[in-house]
């Protein structure tokens, strides 16, 4: 059979394969990302029909994933929010990035794996999934609740955390000198401090080039423009996701809610695309004898994520329901922290950092939202006697 033909095959079984796992996700109530991730894992090495054609084809459609992930993410905010909220926020931030760098790092390091390995398992149990905590808050109604801010001020808080990091992590896994690292880490940072004053300073300027009354030609333009700053932005040592990120910051307002709209099934795709790529690259056999492990780092990283949400609704004087919700909100785990694992993995960093991470994100995927649901009488209980 000819090779593109068993392309479009296969490709076409897991897009398919992949829609019907995300309706019984939506039947069930809980995310679809873990089920993605299993879809991976059976069609990957070691799984039960491995792929043989288009798994180059799927890794391509992954990168274009993680893009559009954090592309979308960044338009839910602009420049001044996110200033504002950098410095309202700073110390429930660092109180965040201590509390939940921590346990990965220290299991890293208990297990012997070195510390490049403890640096990409610090980023794994650090961040929270943004589009599955926004979910949880859209479905739950709590979008309009005064602990939200605080919320998504941590989100955006971690999510600029991480253009610091990943240079950082990419230059230990590469294995550059001190000096080339330092070099690599100035023009990350360098990079984005210009990419945000952009932002801050001809963010119209960039919306009118931007601008269209006509769909195809806006989404032609935000995509090539967030594919062209992601391309220079990896180029430059800096992640192509943040990149995409701060183009996303530099638009706002109805141009910002209309790329939104044109984007999101287009996100979607791509995303499922990408957890799937994952789950390729994770053989079943080694995520059976991690599995306690990974039940277990989750486990500290409910708690460790439930005491930042009390500590930073606390600060922000909401009471303790609210308080109570903005922890749960911050649980779950899913696209940056597989996008963390996917680069270790890539590097070699560890052979049992890939499995650990995926049983880790199964966990947290699909139990944060499902102990929102759970604990919403109690919360909401703890607010009528409050």
Same mark, same amino acid.
């Given at each position: 059979?000819?090779?593109?033909?068993?392309?479009?095959?296969?490709?076409?079984?897991?897009?398919?394969?992949?829609?019907?796992?995300?309706?019984?996700?939506?039947?069930?109530?809980?995310?679809?990302?873990?089920?993605?991730?299993?879809?991976?894992?059976?069609?990957?090495?070691?799984?039960?029909?491995?792929?043989?054609?288009?798994?180059?084809?799927?890794?391509?459609?992954?990168? /274009?994933?993680?893009? %559009?992930?954090?592309?979308?993410?960044?338009?839910?905010? =602009? $420049?001044?929010?996110?200033?504002?909220?950098?410095?309202? =926020?700073?110390?429930?931030?660092?109180?965040? %990035?201590?509390?939940?760098?921590?346990?990965?790092?220290?299991?890293?390091?208990? *297990?012997?794996?070195?510390?490049?390995?403890?640096?990409?398992?610090?980023?794994?149990?650090?961040?929270?999934?943004?589009?599955?905590?926004?979910?949880?808050?859209?479905? *739950?109604?709590?979008?309009?609740?005064?602990? @939200?801010?605080? &919320?998504?001020?941590?989100?955006?808080?971690?999510?600029?955390?991480?253009?610091?990091?990943?240079?950082?992590?990419? @230059?230990?896994? !590469?294995?550059?000198?001190?000096?080339?690292? $330092?070099?690599?880490?100035?023009?990350?940072?360098?990079? +984005?401090?210009?990419?945000?004053?952009?932002?801050?300073?001809?963010?119209?300027?960039?919306?009118?080039?931007?601008?269209?009354? =006509?769909?195809?030609?806006?989404?032609?333009?935000?995509?090539?423009?967030?594919?062209?700053?992601?391309?220079?932005?990896?180029? /430059?040592?800096?992640?192509?996701? +943040?990149?995409?990120?701060?183009?996303?910051?530099?638009?706002?307002?109805?141009?910002?809610?209309?790329?939104?709209?044109?984007?999101? #099934?287009?996100?979607?795709?791509?995303?499922?695309?990408?957890?799937?790529?994952?789950?390729?690259?994770?053989? #079943?056999?080694?995520? *059976?004898? &991690?599995?306690?492990?990974?039940?277990?780092?989750?486990?500290?990283?409910? &708690?460790?994520?439930?005491?930042?949400?009390?500590?930073?609704?606390?600060?922000?004087?909401?009471?303790?329901?609210?308080?109570?919700?903005?922890?749960? !909100?911050?649980?779950?785990?899913?696209?940056? =922290?597989?996008?963390?694992?996917?680069?270790?993995?890539?590097?070699?960093?560890?052979?049992?950092?890939?499995?650990?991470?995926?049983?880790?994100?199964?966990?947290?995927?699909?139990?944060?939202? /499902?102990?929102?649901?759970? &604990?919403? #009488?109690?919360? @909401?209980?703890?607010?009528?006697?409050?």
């Amino acid at each position: 059979m000819h090779e593109t033909a068993i392309l479009f095959l296969e490709f076409g079984a897991v897009l398919l394969g992949l829609g019907v796992l995300g309706a019984l996700a939506l039947r069930v109530g809980i995310s679809p990302i873990p089920l993605y991730l299993i879809a991976g894992v059976a069609f990957g090495t070691g799984g039960v029909l491995p792929l043989a054609t288009s798994e180059e084809f799927i890794s391509v459609g992954a990168e /274009l994933g993680v893009v %559009l992930l954090l592309l979308t993410l960044g338009l839910e905010y =602009n $420049a001044d929010e996110l200033m504002t909220s950098l410095t309202g =926020n700073a110390r429930a931030g660092i109180v965040d %990035l201590v509390l939940n760098a921590a346990p990965g790092a220290i299991c890293a390091l208990l *297990l012997g794996w070195g510390p490049v390995a403890a640096v990409a398992m610090a980023g794994v149990t650090y961040a929270t999934s943004s589009g599955i905590t926004a979910k949880v808050l859209s479905d *739950l109604g709590w979008i309009g609740n005064r602990e @939200t801010p605080t &919320v998504l001020s941590l989100l955006v808080f971690e999510d600029l955390t991480m253009a610091i990091y990943l240079p950082v992590l990419t @230059t230990m896994l !590469a294995g550059l000198s001190l000096l080339n690292g $330092a070099i690599a880490v100035g023009i990350a940072l360098i990079t +984005v401090s210009v990419v945000l004053i952009v932002a801050l300073k001809f963010g119209r300027l960039i919306e009118a080039f931007v601008s269209s009354p =006509n769909s195809e030609v806006l989404l032609l333009k935000v995509v090539g423009l967030a594919l062209l700053v992601a391309g220079l932005a990896q180029q /430059l040592q800096v992640s192509a996701a +943040v990149g995409a990120f701060l183009v996303g910051i530099a638009l706002s307002g109805e141009l910002a809610e209309d790329a939104q709209a044109l984007l999101a #099934p287009l996100r979607d795709l791509f995303a499922a695309v990408f957890f799937v790529f994952f789950g390729l690259q994770t053989d #079943p056999a080694k995520i *059976l004898p &991690v599995a306690g492990l990974a039940a277990l780092l989750a486990l500290v990283s409910m &708690v460790t994520k439930l005491l930042t949400g009390i500590y930073a609704a606390r600060r922000a004087g909401i009471g303790k329901a609210g308080q109570a919700r903005a922890g749960i !909100a911050l649980i779950p785990r899913g696209e940056f =922290n597989i996008v963390i694992a996917g680069l270790a993995v890539g590097a070699g960093a560890h052979p049992d950092l890939g499995a650990l991470a995926a049983a880790y994100v199964l966990i947290l995927a699909a139990f944060g939202p /499902l102990a929102a649901k759970l &604990v919403q #009488p109690f919360i @909401t209980a703890i607010a009528k006697r409050a």
